[in-house]
T-cell receptor
Framework: NAGVTQTPKFRVLKTGQSMTLLCAQD?????MYWYRQDPGMGLRLIHY???????AKGEVPDGYNVSRLKKQNFLLGLESAAPSQTSVYFC????????????FGQGTRLTVV | AQTVTQSQPEMSVQEAETVTLSCTYD???????LFWYKQPPSRQMILVIR??????QNATENRFSVNFQKAAKSFSLKISDSQLGDTAMYFC?????????????FGKGTKLTVNP
């Protein structure tokens, strides 16, 4: 049982490059979330989705886009990476009906140089 | 917009003693969930305890218990008989239960160190 899997685990980007982070969950969860974690800032919500085909902005959405074409996948895109996007990114998922505990991926450490 | 505030950036406690971590939140919702998550150095996020706002009884999980004060919008975590393995970042989180608005929001965290 894989739970929530994030790809990749580490990445170094040059300023201006683009990339996509993939989050996959095998628990049939309705809700999925993308967070960034920076020292002293906790987990800040970037975007989230309450179901397949739906997305919504969180607290810090600028510079990021997301898509949820399939229920099990939630993609986070950076179109033109900036050093301010250097962070650890976490994906999470939770169920609408069976307990609301959020299950997290292992995180992606992204460095933009 | 919902906000979660943890006013203690760092705390320390001696092994076997009791410590309480504070959390307050701001919302206009009436029905919601509150959580405490633990993040050890491994970076993995682990659910510690969960509280549903409509339940007056405070949640308890072994050595972990909460003091939920809905009117005061307060949700503190008490750790009894602290163990070295409790050393971690602790995050308080809030999620409304109203359909379509299930945005899970976290506080900035409290770094807890348990000393031998």
């Amino acid at each position: 049982n894989a739970g929530v899997t994030q790809t990749p685990k580490f990445r170094v980007l040059k300023t201006g490059q683009s990339m996509t982070l993939l989050c996959a969950q095998d628990m049939n969860h309705e809700y999925m979330y993308w967070y960034r974690q920076d020292p002293g800032m906790g987990l800040r919500l970037i975007h989230y989705s309450v179901g397949e085909g739906t997305t919504a902005k969180g607290e810090v959405p600028d510079g990021y886009n997301v898509s949820r074409l399939k229920k099990q996948n939630f993609l986070l895109g950076l179109e033109s990476a900036a050093p301010s996007q250097t962070s650890v990114y976490f994906c999470a998922s939770s169920s609408r009906t069976v307990n609301t505990e959020a299950f997290f991926g292992q995180g992606t450490r992204l460095t933009v140089v | 917009a919902q906000t979660v505030t943890q006013s203690q950036p760092e705390m320390s406690v001696q092994e076997a003693e009791t410590v309480t971590l504070s959390c307050t939140y701001d919302t206009s919702e009436n029905n919601y969930y509150l959580f405490w998550y633990k993040q050890p150095p491994s970076r993995q996020m682990i659910l510690v305890i969960r509280q549903e706002a409509y339940k007056q009884q405070n949640a308890t999980e072994n050595r972990f218990s909460v003091n939920f004060q809905k009117a005061a919008k307060s949700f503190s975590l008490k750790i009894s008989d602290s163990q070295l393995g409790d050393t971690a970042m602790y995050f308080c989180a809030f999620m409304p239960s109203r359909g379509g608005s299930e945005k899970l929001v976290f506080g900035k965290g409290t770094k807890l160190t348990v000393n031998p």
